[in-house]
């Protein structure tokens, strides 16, 4: 592949290689398969296909998986049970609700009630309150996973000014929390939907990591020479030459931005693979007891 393109399968094709390895010293060594419970509710047919490649990938590392599909009525106190069985359930290491929940459940009381032991996606207050402090915690897996990419790709945060499209409690804000670690030294700028002239910001950048839901909005105008391009977008575009009408694009116009950048993540096949990849990893230090004792 081009030296200019982040590749996201491939990196997450080493850590899901590196974590299936230590899988099977952990079965022979302790007697512990990490397990991951998933809950999904309701019929949206794109957290379906979620669950499904994340279900695939826990039995390509040899993790032990459910899956609890609930119909789109589902009642709160229903949700609220099978988290209370899974919290109390030994052999699952990681419980994850796949969002967006049906508009009549709360989904803040949902996550809150994800022992925070078991919270491998990061979104328990606990885990993400250590995250602010730079405590041992579950990382979310986006933001961990670009971090991930930034460093297998050696690619220098100390003292880079790196701007962060979007402010989301699962990307923006967490990812942005990150890299102001010691560990990456980034000089941080977010910018969001009210920020003003966003192109004059996005063009002090080394790095912009673009996360706001918006196909191709990031243009060659936005960026100077050499930065490297983290697109978290997934939109899907019309294309009357695809078989299903649309493609998957990004919130970069990737072929506008690629002569200019000096690097860049493509959509597909960049930061989404990190995701499930950082997802495995969460869930294997949480049945090794790395991050909470077990
Ligand atoms: N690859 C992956 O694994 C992965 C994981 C998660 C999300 N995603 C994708 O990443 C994208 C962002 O997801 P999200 O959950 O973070 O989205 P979100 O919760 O909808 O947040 C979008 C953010 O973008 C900002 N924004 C929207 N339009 C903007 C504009 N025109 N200019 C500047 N800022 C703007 C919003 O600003 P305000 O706060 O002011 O409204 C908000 O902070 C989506 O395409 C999603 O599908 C991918």
Known sequence: MNDKIIDGKEISSQIKSEIKSATEILKSEKGITPGLAFILAGEDPASKVYVRNKGR?????????????????????????????????????????????PSHINERKIIEAIDHKKDVDGFHPLNTGKMMTGEKCFLPCTPYGITELLKRKNIRTDGMNTVVIGRSNIVGKPVANLLLRKEFNSTVTVCHSRTKDIKEVCLTADIIIAAIGKAQF???????????????????????????????????????????????????????????????????DSAKGVIYER
């Not at 459910?66 to 419980?95: A, C, M, Y």
């Not at 690097?263 to 990849?277: C, F, K, Q, R, S």
């Open 218 to 284: 990031v243009k060659k105008d936005f960026i100077k020479e050499g930065c490297v391009i983290i697109d978290v977008g997934i939109n899907r575009t019309e294309d009357s030459n695809a078989k299903t009408g649309y493609r998957m694009t990004g919130d970069v116009d990737f072929e506008d931005c690629f002569e200019k950048c000096g690097m860049i993540t493509p959509v597909p096949g960049g930061v989404g693979p990190m995701t499930i990849a950082m997802l495995m990893k969460n869930t294997f």
């Open 57 to 101: 990938a826990c039995s390509e590392l040899g993790f032990y998986s459910v899956t609890e599909s609930l119909p789109e009525n589902v009642s709160e106190i229903e949700l609220l049970k099978l988290i209370d069985k899974f919290n109390r359930d030994d052999k699952i290491h990681g419980i994850l609700v796949q969002l967006p929940l």
